[in-house]
């Protein structure tokens, strides 16, 4: 049995989506005071909603409009109709509630066991989940998919090292699901403890954290995994399971079925062409209790329109790039952290920290400097030649020129929390990201 519907092609999928939309439009409309506000003062009826085209014309959500109506905010659905609610915490304000029915549940199952099947598990797996449970979605998303897909759930939620050890040994765990710092944690666990030729997972899916490619190849290595998938999702969105990367690791497929990508610009907040990158933009086709029409996400990705592969009919999404938060403009170009990281993870020889500083010259143009630790265990002897290395790749791949300073290893500070990686110190203005 196949969770994943192969026989789909371009034009079934339009279809569903052009559907979906104007289905989700109405549905919206008639039963949310909210969607029916909102609609209204943007002066759009259900039935000016055509074709897919017509997407361009509805007004964006945020965030914000998800804490001014709490505790339900997008609810379209009667209250006997909504079977649970999950939330995510704002970063300021009051949290993100959002209505399930038992529809929306069951939906969810379904597309989080088409990512079971997508990275190649079979019934006989045995999936340890590591993520958190409760009031926030991952959790119970891992489970009633890996329910639905047929496996076996072996539900721990984070707990401790020891516990998922001894678990791992004696379930004899083959697929682990959890953050990519717990499962660097668990790899550097195993290996201490000599587990290694006691385990057998072979698979290992992450979710909600952004990690760098350096962490995943320290986690393959020390653990001796055959993949690593990225899964994405939030909460807004059901929860984790919007999509996977395949075997290949080419993008994540996601389920276009269900919800309508686009990628805008941050700041026009205009659709940007293919492939290039912008802000991840969501709409659900058949979401009842708490509909999304263009809802920002605020993460930073970008669409690939070349087919992939694996065979799969879903189109492809990268991997979060960053937050739109994140952003910096440096000699007009926009330019998130992740890019620079994602650069520096390229090059052999230096540690993951580092620091960007964007300063002002007299003459008033801007420069940047990155400051990046040398790996562990090296000396000073490469270092002029690492920073030009660095330079020339910087300038290939995101296109500005920058300096490069190496520093010694554990020279930038640690910390428990998101590092600070941008230091704007043109106006005197430093700011956080
Ligand atoms: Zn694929």
């Known amino acids: ?25 109405g549905h919206a409309y008639n039963n949310s005071p909210f969607y029916k506000k909102k609609l209204d003062h943007a002066n759009i009826r259900p039935e000016d909603i055509r074709s897919l085209e017509d997407i361009e014309h509805l007004p964006l959500t945020d965030k914000n409009d998800l804490q001014q109506e709490y505790p339900f905010p997008l609810r379209a659905a009667p209250f006997e109709d909504i079977v649970r609610i999950h939330a995510s915490s704002g970063t300021t304000g009051k949290r993100k509630v959002l209505c399930y ?3 929306d549940i069951d939906v969810w199952a379904d597309i989080f066991a088409r990512c079971y099947e997508l990275a190649g598990l079979t019934r006989k797996d045995r999936v340890q989940i590591a993520v958190g449970y409760g009031l926030w979605t991952a959790g119970v998303g891992f489970q009633a998919g890996c329910e639905r897909f047929g496996a076996m759930a072996v539900p721990i939620g984070p707990a401790n090292a020891e516990m998922h050890c001894e678990m791992m040994v004696d379930m004899q765990t083959t697929v682990f699901c959890s953050t990519a710092s717990m499962a660097l944690l668990m790899a550097e666990e195993i290996h201490k403890r000599n587990l290694l030729s006691s385990i057998k997972v072979n698979k290992i899916i992450l ?13 393959k290595e020390l653990m001796g995994v055959e993949h690593i998938f990225d899964i994405y999702g939030l909460t ?28 805008l610009d941050p700041e026009t907040l205009k659709p940007v062409p293919c492939g290039q990158q912008g802000e ?16 920002r996400t605020h993460d930073v990705t970008r669409l690939f329109n070349q087919k992939c592969s694996c065979g799969v009919p879903f189109p492809m999404h990268d991997r979060i790039l960053g937050r739109t938060d994140d952003m910096f403009i440096y000699r007009a170009v926009n330019i ?15 540690g993951s920290e580092f620091q960007i500083h964007l300063k002002q010259r007299e003459s008033g143009r801007d420069m940047m400097l990155i400051k990046v630790e040398r790996a562990a265990n090296t000396d000073t002897v490469n270092d002029m030649h690492l920073a030009e290395q660095l ?7 995101i296109l500005v020129r920058c300096r490069v300073e190496i520093l010694d290893h554990g020279d930038l500070p640690r910390t428990q929390r998101k590092s600070q990686r941008v230091f704007d110190h043109r106006n005197n203005s430093t700011s956080e990201a």
Request: aromatic fraction near 10%; charge should be positive; proline fraction near 5%.
């Open 101 to 103: 029915t038992q529809k």
């Open 1 to 25: 049995m196949s969770f994943i519907p192969y026989d789909l092609n371009d034009d079934k999928l339009k279809k569903i989506q052009r559907e979906g939309l104007k289905w989700t439009v």
């Open 280 to 295: 991840l933009v969501v709409t659900t086709l058949s979401k009842v209790g708490s509909p999304l029409i263009r809802y």
């Open 391 to 397: 330079e020339t790749e910087i300038r290939r791949k």
């Open 336 to 350: 998130y952290p992740s890019q620079i990281d994602h650069v520096l993870s390229k090059v052999d020889g230096i």
């Open 207 to 219: 979710g909600a954290e952004r990690h760098s490619p350096s962490m995943r190849t320290r986690i």
């Open 236 to 263: 807004e969105l059901y929860g984790p399971g919007t999509g996977l990367d395949c075997r290949h690791h080419n993008g994540i497929h996601y389920w276009a079925d269900h919800f309508i990508f686009e990628i």
